[in-house]
Nanobody, 123 residues
Framework: QVQLVESGGGLVQTGGSLRLSCAASGRTFSSYAMGWFRQAPGKEREFVAT????????YYRDSVQGRFTISRDNAKNTAYLQMNSLKPEDTAVYYC????????????????WGQGTQVTVSS
């Protein structure tokens, strides 16, 4: 079992930045690929970014490539999502996730979820 707690969400103006954190407890953090998904009202949960166990490889959805950066600190059992140049269309609840068997790009394939943190970007 893995428990995930996100923090760092909030309200920001267009062009601003936020840094989300995901603190993990329970099973060995470094045994899991980490990911961030988001869900806007009335929409399905969608992939945002993911990082491999060691942190050597990262993957992003096209619309955040170059603006968002995912990272992890296995010594602190924490993952991060640095979000720059935020746009109103980035507004959503952001969820941290872990997966046992490698990176995942579909919400249905994730093993554990955090409770989510709201990100609101005003125009």
């Amino acid at each position: 079992q893995v428990q995930l707690v996100e923090s760092g969400g909030g309200l920001v103006q267009t062009g601003g930045s936020l840094r989300l954190s995901c603190a993990a407890s329970g099973r060995t953090f470094s045994s899991y690929a980490m990911g961030w998904f988001r869900q806007a009202p009335g929409k399905e949960r969608e992939f945002v970014a993911t990082i491999t166990l060691s942190g050597a490889n990262t993957y992003y959805r096209d619309s955040v490539q170059g603006r968002f950066t995912i990272s992890r600190d296995n010594a602190k059992n924490t993952a991060y999502l640095q979000m720059n140049s935020l746009k109103p269309e980035d507004t959503a609840v952001y969820y941290c996730s872990v997966s046992r068997n490698g990176v995942r790009f579909r919400a249905s394939e994730v093993d554990y979820w955090g409770q989510g943190t709201q990100v609101t970007v005003s125009s």
